[in-house]
């Protein structure tokens, strides 16, 4: 069966599991409406492990998986899903990683109290509670657990939170006669550039959100948002091999605003390698993504 979309949930809950370490086994609270709001809503939860920017993207790719109708899938098949590249490399290495975070998705609970929000709507539960994603090991691959809700999933759908883009988005093609120059393997940081962006860009096309613009700053310590999105980590590097790295992503993400501006996505952007930064606003970007493939 043939997935076109990949779901990223954009709920308050799951931006602040990708964001933030040492959640595990704490009460989490989040205000659910604008911060303006005379009345504020809260919700909280308990997930029972921390989870990575990967971890989270796989999670949404499963998912992906599972509301396009997939019954049984394997981890080539997540890997595809992230990086929609159907020639993907997965070595040992790779694979085992990957098993490793599905296994443990498959482990870990999490359990969200949203009675504040679902008194405003019948749609929603009072609570959703469960396994994080209800999956578990068959032959060389996994299948979904029979009537099992996904719970932050379920919570997303329920609040019209969940992000969908066609996967073509994230299948990045060089510049006609500078394939050379230009290739950008999926790595594993790559692949959550590639995420990071989409993910940040469709909150600001959306005009339901009061988010009308964006600036990547990928230099600027006190807006560390791509890099930590990507894992990378200041102390790992010396002065000299961290600047490498800043130049060495801002390139990435020049080679990806430009394949998204040559297939419509984006109208323009701006680019200011003095400062390693980009900038995007609303009008700046198509209305409909779904209509680009």
Known sequence: MKVDYISINNTKIANSIRKYDQLAGIRGIVQTNARSSRRKIFSQFVITQDLSYLEMTAADAVYSLYRQGVKKFTVRKVLLLMAADENISLPAFRRQRMDQIIHKLSQMKIYIDCRQEA?????????????????????????FLEDAQMPLYAYGEAKKQMITVPVRLLAYEPDEGKEKESRLINSDENILLKVYLI??????RNKKNKVTEKTFRIKDPSDSGVLSAMEIERSSFSEESYMNKIREVYRKTELLFGYWRRVGYLRDYRADKETYSFYVSQDMLCHDPSKLF
């Open 199 to 204: 993910h940040e860009l469709e909150i600001v």
């Open 119 to 143: 008194s405003d709507t019948n749609k929603m539960q009072k609570r959703y509670e469960g396994i994080f994603l209800p999956v578990k090991a068959e032959g060389k691959g996994y299948v």
